[in-house]
Structures are given as C-alpha cells and as structure tokens.
C-alpha cells in the first residue's frame, strides 16, 4: 500500500506530507498532475512543493513535476518528506489556515510511476486542532481513509476544521451534508428535503440504483462566489453565507441558486464521472486533454439541473422558464455568439474560457449556457419528433446503460449514431449546425411548438435581461441611453470592466480598466442618472485616467442597440408536452 501521512501546519499554511512506499527497483519516478479533472486549465500543483527530501537514496527534480530517487534497494521501505504550500481559497487546489483546510490529492498527493494501480492510503499526524474533523468521500478505516488506486484518491477532495455534518438517506443509499465556514441560522428542515428531492429524482432517471455507497456534498460558506466541482462520490462546493435558507423565507434567489449548483455537480454523478468523452479514459493529468464535447458534458447538465428542481418540485414553472430566458440573452445578447461555435469553446476551454479577460464577451461562448441551449433543443425536437414517447432522458439513461457495460467513452462524432440507437430520431445535421457553427438555434419555431414565444425587445443595456410572461401585454417598452460598456462604481468614478462590441464606448476607443471620473467637466457620481440628461446621438466629453495620463475622450451618446429576449406563455396545453 502507498501511505500519506499528513501533518497539517495552520500558522504557516503549509502540509507536511510524508509518502512511504516499498522500493521495487533501484529508480523510482515520482510526479503530481498539472490539472484537475473537470477544471480545464493547467494549474501546475508542483510550483506549490516545497523542501522535499528522502530518508533513503537521492532524490532530484527532472522537470517541473516529475522528481527520480536514485540508489534504492528492491524491498526497503521508502519515505520522501515534502512540503505543499497552501493558501488559495477555492474548490480545486489546496488551503489551510487556523480555522479551515482543504485539499484535493492532485494538489498534495505525489504518484509513483508504476503503482498508480495498488491501494493508497491518507491518515493525518495526532496534531489536528481541537475539535477539528475530516469530510472525505473516502472509507474510514480507523483513521485511515483508504483509496483502491491513485485514479479513486485524486477524486476525493478532504475538508478539514470545524463542520456540521447532516444525514439523509435517499435510494436507501446514506447522503452527507457537511457544512463549513460561516455558518449563520438556517432551515436544516428545507435544504434537506430539498436535497433529498433533488437526489431522488436524478437516481431514478437513472435507473433507481445510486452508483455510489455514499455521497458527501462538501459546503464551504464564505465570500460571494457559488462555484463547485464533481467528483465520483462527493462534490466540493462554495457559496456565500447567506445562501442557506434563512429561517424567515426571505432569500429564496440566494438559495435557489445554490440548490442549482448543488443539483448542477450532483447531476455530474452519471454525466462525465461515469458517462464520459474517449479522451478522458483514462484521463492524462501531465497535458492538455482535448475534446469538442464538453457542450455535451456541462451543457446538458447545465440544462438538467433547473429542469431537475422544477420536476421534483423545488421550484415552480414560473421560475424554471424565467432560467431558461436568462440563458438565452446571456448567450444571445454578446458579440461573441457570432464568432465562436460550442465546439470550439469546448476544445479550447484550456487557454480561453478558464483564461478569461475583459475581451472575452466579445470572443468567448460558454459551452455550459450555449450547450444546455443546445440540450433544450435535443429535448424538444426528440419530443417533436416522437410525440412525446422519447426525450433526452431516455438518451442519457441509454449512455449510462452502456456506460456500465462497457465503460469507453464517447467519442468525438459519437452523440448523433447515439441519439439515433436511443430514440430512432437523425439529428446529426442539427447537432453539426448547433455546435460546429454560429447559425442562430432554431429557439424560436421549437418553443413555438411548446406554447412558448419568444420576442425581442430593445435592452436598456449588456446587464438588461429578457423576462418570463403569461402575456404579451405585461411587457413594457422602454428606450434607454447605453454607452456599451461594464463598468464598476470607484470612490473617483466608474472602472471599465468591459467594453462590447459594436457599441459607442468601443467606437470612441474606451478600455479596460479606464478610470471614468466625469461627463463634460462634471464629476461622475451616478452614471444612470447623469445619462438621462443627455439627448439621443449627442456627442460628450468623458474624462478618465488610463495608467498615468489623464484623457479627454469624445463619445456619442446613442440608444440602445441591444436586443433581449422575452419568453410569452401562449399555450399551456403544449407547453404541457415538455413540462
């Protein structure tokens, strides 16, 4: 067995980790993976290793993640000591401070070259602080959690420090919550059974058997950011305070997008843990691993997981298709949907959408949005076409049938030959065109066909979105004056955070990062409303600062070009054929 033993160091923000292993041979090669599965970007964990040494031949660096231990006997027992520097507050490295740690292996865990297939084992030294507990998916075997190869063990993120831990039982399969951080007074009552609900509902889509022995949903509770990442039996998660329901029922948009994101990475579960792209079986930790699907992987669960709260129940119809016109201006609104297919996005996730700049609206398409727009189609036009006696559940449950027989993967061109053997339908020239080009989706005519329409109306601008109705009569026009820009309130003004395509503040040449402090001489206090005294294509003045130089930069003030969707409920009855 391959043994850590960590010794977690809260002051210094440092584990000292120790791997102890029996010499097979004279060398051994030790490295530690450049990324994280389901996190497309190069992280290089190694720069993080610090101090490393061994108590039996030598040990050197060959490259920026690879190290060899030399002199060796065949049957003595090694130890390397190392050091990993830990102090990025996240879901997918490794931190530690005197009140929480957490660590995924790929950040912390060395392999050894050639026993990536025998059991590896974490225990942590007796100097945990007080009252501090380990959340793992892992088993527990007397304070040793045990992995049956370094695949399993990189899929198991630990959460260490002061936790709430909460039980419930679905598919007769034991579920953990694990809560740390800031923990403010909350409904336990609702986000259980709400949880419950939503796990419920994807193991009986998928056949009624969890694919686990137990899953552990990991929460941290800090900051402003929901994020998480999946994992085979466990997803790690982050969300601010504030999204737990509160006791009084007033946060319902904090928490039903945590429910999201809870729904979102459990969906992961079946959906690319276990369903997953050729390239990715077995995964190469060392490079780039690359495929045009992950439209597929993270769009459809994109798409699932809103559609999963509304059937079981979590959220009502309403709210459901207010998500779904949200996703189509998020795509839609932005330049960058006429210059990047989802395909593309896919392919290069590893050097453009985990890179993102202040460019990016105008270049980058999400393939998580874009793809469950692409899923919603699938959906429907499998309905369409079938009356309704197949949909894309039944596509999903086909993969993950064969996925359980024969675990390969899906190859690149797969999805169509795939759609077609689970429901009899040929969407091959839809899916090239939905994916390998930027043609607008067909959302108009196949929410149409659904009892849904969608219109267009002028935006008051890039952070305007479009809305549900139950009738055309509730939408109220209104004309705004837009520079074109994202911009953030400063104690001097306005910070350029974008700047969009085919706008007055891109014609007049503005910038990231410009530092807007007034309008024709007078100080810029409260954009929105200084604006409205500003007459339809007259030109103004915007002084600003651009790294050290003050600027005067001339700007013509227009109406809004923008355009945003709304989504009219014309006929429950049809709409009833998907929902």
Same mark, same amino acid.
């Given at each position: 067995?391959?043994?850590?033993?960590?010794?977690?160091?809260?002051?210094?923000?440092?584990?000292? !980790?120790?791997?102890?292993?029996?010499?097979?041979?004279? $060398?051994?090669?030790?490295?530690?993976?450049?990324?994280?599965?389901?996190?497309?970007?190069?992280?290089?964990?190694?720069?993080?290793?610090?101090?490393?040494?061994?108590?039996?031949?030598?040990?050197?660096?060959?490259?920026?993640?690879?190290?060899?231990?030399?002199?060796?006997?065949?049957?003595?027992?090694?130890?390397?000591?190392?050091?990993?520097?830990?102090?990025?507050?996240?879901?997918?490295?490794?931190?530690?401070?005197?009140?929480?740690?957490?660590?995924?292996?790929?950040?912390?865990?060395?392999?050894?070259?050639?026993?990536?297939?025998?059991?590896?084992?974490?225990?942590?030294?007796?100097?945990?602080?007080?009252?501090?507990?380990?959340?793992?998916?892992?088993?527990?075997?007397?304070?040793?959690?045990?992995?049956?190869?370094?695949?399993?063990?990189?899929?198991?993120?630990?959460?260490?420090?002061?936790?709430?831990?909460?039980?419930?039982?679905?598919?007769? $399969?034991?579920?953990?919550?694990?809560?740390?951080?800031?923990?403010?007074?909350?409904?336990?009552?609702?986000?259980?059974?709400?949880?419950?609900?939503?796990?419920?509902?994807?193991?009986?889509?998928?056949?009624?058997?969890?694919?686990?022995?137990?899953?552990?949903?990991?929460?941290?509770?800090?900051?402003?950011?929901?994020?998480?990442?999946?994992?085979?039996?466990?997803?790690?998660?982050?969300?601010?305070?504030?999204?737990?329901?509160?006791?009084?029922?007033?946060?319902?948009?904090?928490?039903?997008?945590?429910?999201?994101?809870?729904?979102?990475?459990?969906?992961?579960?079946?959906?690319?843990?276990?369903?997953?792209?050729? !390239?990715?079986?077995?995964?190469?930790?060392?490079?780039?691993?690359?495929?045009?699907?992950?439209?597929?992987?993270?769009?459809?669960?994109?798409?699932?997981?809103?559609? !999963?709260?509304?059937?079981?129940?979590?959220?009502?119809?309403?709210?459901?298709?207010?998500?779904?016109?949200?996703?189509?201006?998020?795509?839609?609104?932005?330049?960058?949907?006429?210059?990047?297919?989802?395909?593309?996005?896919?392919?290069?996730?590893?050097?453009?959408?985990?890179?993102?700049?202040?460019?990016?609206?105008?270049?980058?398409?999400?393939?998580?949005?874009?793809?469950?727009?692409?899923?919603?189609?699938?959906?429907?036009?499998?309905?369409?076409?079938?009356?309704?006696?197949?949909?894309?559940?039944?596509?999903?449950?086909?993969?993950?049938?064969?996925?359980?027989?024969?675990?390969?993967?899906?190859?690149?061109?797969?999805?169509?030959?795939?759609?077609?053997?689970?429901?009899?339908?040929?969407?091959?020239?839809?899916?090239?065109?939905?994916?390998?080009?930027?043609?607008?989706?067909?959302?108009?005519?196949?929410?149409?066909?659904?009892?849904?329409?969608?219109?267009?109306?002028?935006?008051?601008?890039?952070?305007?979105?479009?809305?549900?109705?139950?009738?055309?009569?509730?939408?109220?026009?209104?004309?705004?004056?837009?520079?074109?820009?994202?911009?953030?309130?400063?104690?001097?003004?306005?910070?350029?955070?974008?700047?969009?395509?085919?706008?007055?503040?891109?014609?007049?040449?503005?910038?990231?990062?410009?530092?807007?402090?007034?309008?024709?001489?007078?100080?810029?206090?409260?954009?929105?409303?200084?604006?409205?005294?500003?007459?339809?294509?007259?030109?103004?003045?915007?002084?600003?600062?651009?790294?050290?130089?003050?600027?005067?930069?001339?700007?013509?003030?227009?109406?809004?070009?923008?355009?945003?969707?709304?989504?009219?409920?014309?006929?429950?009855?049809?709409?009833?054929?998907?929902?």
């Amino acid at each position: 067995m391959i043994q850590y033993i960590i010794n977690p160091q809260t002051n210094k923000h440092i584990y000292d !980790v120790t791997l102890r292993f029996m010499a097979s041979k004279n $060398t051994h090669d030790l490295y530690l993976p450049a990324w994280i599965p389901g996190s497309y970007m190069i992280r290089e964990f190694s720069k993080n290793i610090i101090k490393i040494s061994t108590n039996f031949g030598a040990i050197y660096q060959q490259n920026k993640n690879t190290w060899g231990i030399t002199n060796l006997e065949a049957g003595k027992m090694v130890e390397v000591s190392y050091q990993v520097y830990a102090y990025e507050y996240g879901i997918r490295t490794a931190f530690l401070d005197n009140y929480r740690g957490y660590f995924n292996p790929t950040s912390l865990c060395l392999a050894i070259d050639g026993f990536e297939d025998n059991e590896h084992s974490v225990t942590f030294a007796n100097n945990l602080p007080d009252m501090w507990q380990v959340a793992v998916g892992l088993d527990n075997v007397n304070g040793c959690f045990i992995a049956k190869d370094y695949d399993e063990l990189l899929d198991m993120p630990f959460e260490i420090g002061l936790l709430e831990r909460y039980e419930f039982i679905v598919a007769n $399969t034991p579920h953990y919550l694990i809560l740390s951080g800031n923990i403010l007074p909350f409904d336990k009552e609702r986000i259980i059974s709400d949880m419950t609900k939503v796990c419920e509902y994807q193991i009986k889509m998928f056949g009624g058997v969890a694919p686990y022995k137990h899953y552990t949903f990991i929460l941290n509770l800090s900051g402003e950011v929901y994020t998480g990442l999946e994992h085979r039996n466990s997803t790690l998660l982050m969300s601010p305070s504030y999204a737990l329901p509160n006791l009084n029922g007033t946060n319902e948009d904090d928490y039903i997008k945590l429910m999201g994101l809870i729904s979102h990475e459990f969906f992961h579960t079946w959906n690319v843990k276990r369903i997953k792209p050729k !390239v990715f079986t077995p995964y190469n930790l060392q490079e780039e691993n690359y495929t045009k699907l992950l439209w597929w992987f993270e769009g459809v669960t994109s798409y699932y997981d809103d559609l !999963v709260m509304y059937r079981s129940g979590v959220i009502d119809q309403k709210k459901y298709l207010g998500f779904i016109i949200d996703a189509i201006n998020n795509v839609y609104k932005f330049d960058a949907v006429n210059k990047q297919s989802v395909a593309n996005s896919s392919l290069t996730a590893w050097i453009k959408y985990y890179r993102q700049d202040e460019n990016s609206p105008n270049s980058i398409v999400s393939y998580y949005v874009k793809g469950s727009l692409v899923a919603m189609c699938l959906d429907l036009l499998i309905r369409d076409n079938t009356n309704s006696k197949y949909s894309l559940d039944d596509v999903l449950r086909y993969m993950f049938t064969n996925w359980q027989k024969n675990p390969v993967g899906v190859d690149e061109d797969e999805i169509p030959s795939i759609i077609k053997a689970a429901t009899g339908i040929d969407l091959s020239d839809f899916i090239k065109l939905a994916t390998e080009t930027t043609d607008m989706l067909p959302l108009v005519d196949l929410l149409a066909k659904f009892g849904l329409h969608l219109n267009t109306q002028t935006a008051n601008n890039y952070q305007d979105s479009g809305k549900y109705y139950t009738s055309l009569s509730d939408i109220k026009p209104k004309v705004s004056l837009d520079l074109g820009m994202k911009l953030d309130k400063h104690s001097l003004g306005y910070i350029v955070k974008n700047v969009y395509a085919n706008t007055p503040a891109e014609k007049s040449g503005i910038a990231a990062n410009d530092l807007i402090i007034a309008i024709n001489s007078t100080k810029l206090t409260n954009l929105e409303r200084q604006i409205n005294f500003i007459q339809d294509g007259e030109i103004v003045m915007l002084s600003l600062f651009r790294q050290e130089s003050l600027l005067d930069i001339p700007i013509e003030i227009t109406t809004s070009k923008t355009q945003k969707y709304n989504l009219i409920l014309e006929n429950q009855l049809n709409l009833g054929r998907w929902l």
